[in-house]
């Protein structure tokens, strides 16, 4: 998550210096910022941000996806950031149910615990 939040954050920074978009560098520097801010949260309240981390995959795949399939010239960075946005997406979803299979198949064994095993 951590490579996604940077990434975001220098595609804004490069639409910046490239383009002069202080829009996609004000949008994607809050969605890498926001990724980030996710990270950090995972280890205190893991819900709070891998939900967090969702919630801004979805986002820019709602905007970039678009984009994206009404002009499929444009790679980069509207199928770019799709793509990273969708393998997140998919790892989150991904690690949430394999997470709530190990809790199930826990339920019936008071002995082991709820948690993550070391």
Known sequence: MVLYGVFNIVLGVEAFVAKGSLVSLIAAGAAGVLVLVAVALTKNY???GYILASVVCLGLIGRFLPAFLKDTSNVYPALTVTIASVI?????VGSHFSAMSRRSSNAGNPDRPHGPVS
């Open 46 to 48: 893991p819900r709070v």
């Open 88 to 92: 997140l997406l998919i790892a989150l």
